[in-house]
T-cell receptor
Framework: GENVEQHPSTLSVQEGDSAVIKCTYS??????FPWYKQELGKGPQLIID?????GEKKDQRIAVTLNKTAKHFSLHITETQPEDSAVYFC????????????FGKGITLSVRP | KAGVTQTPRYLIKTRGQQVTLSCSPI?????VSWYQQTPGQGLQFLFE???????NKGNFPGRFSGRQFSNSRSEMNVSTLELGDSALYLC????????????FGPGTRLLVL
């Protein structure tokens, strides 16, 4: 089955700096890659997603890039703010009859004021 | 449009008991997926329901079961609770087609004593 690895497991940046979170996946047939942000006591919230027919997608301060050849995708957050501090999860959805989302273990992002 | 709702939000049970959790998807969404989230294992897929039928199932023992009603609301049941079942149980809804974006509820925090 699909295996998604996320690294690093923790990341600390200074407010205003950029943060990059990387994920790799194993199933080359996976075609949908969402990113979720989870704050304490809440469920994961979708922040951006990308499909396999697109290499990059941007939404204000957030962007995601996908490299299908290398089977990795990355989340880029520019001009980080303290409210960006949270746990971020990447996921990959495989195709076929047993299609499901497989999540990475998550990364804790801390933005220092 | 109201988001995904889950009840109850918190639950304390003792070993051997059973528990039923409820999930109401976003209006119009026909697919409901359930996940177990623990610090050690992250987000793990339990099962997915679409139009009252289980479409996919994760690697959990038979003590974990679910169902979906005609109005798309879903319940999951865990019988003979074990200490290791303590977790945040998350429900996510989507329109229903493979690859559709999933939106999560706030989760039900289950503590087994």
């Amino acid at each position: 089955g699909e295996n998604v690895e996320q690294h690093p497991s923790t990341l600390s940046v200074q407010e205003g700096d950029s943060a990059v979170i990387k994920c790799t996946y194993s199933d080359s047939a996976s075609n949908y890659f969402p990113w979720y942000k989870q704050e304490l006591g809440k469920g994961p919230q979708l922040i951006i997603d990308i499909r396999s027919n697109v290499g990059e997608k941007k939404d204000q301060r957030i962007a995601v890039t996908l490299n299908k050849t290398a089977k990795h995708f990355s989340l880029h957050i520019t001009e980080t703010q303290p409210e960006d501090s949270a746990v971020y999860f990447c996921a990959a959805r495989n195709t076929g009859a047993n299609s499901k989302l497989t999540f990475g273990k998550g990364i804790t992002l801390s933005v220092r004021p | 449009k109201a988001g995904v709702t889950q009840t109850p939000r918190y639950l304390i049970k003792t070993r051997g008991q059973q528990v039923t959790l409820s999930c109401s998807p976003i209006s119009g969404h026909r697919s409901v997926s359930w996940y177990q989230q623990t610090p050690g294992q992250g987000l793990q897929f339990l099962f997915e329901y679409f139009s009252e039928t289980q479409r996919n199932k994760g690697n959990f023992p038979g003590r974990f079961s679910g169902r979906q009603f005609s109005n798309s609301r879903s319940e999951m049941n865990v019988s003979t609770l074990e200490l290791g079942d303590s977790a945040l149980y998350l429900c996510a809804s989507s329109l229903g087609r493979a690859g559709e974006t999933q939106y999560f509820g706030p989760g039900t925090r289950l503590l087994v004593l």
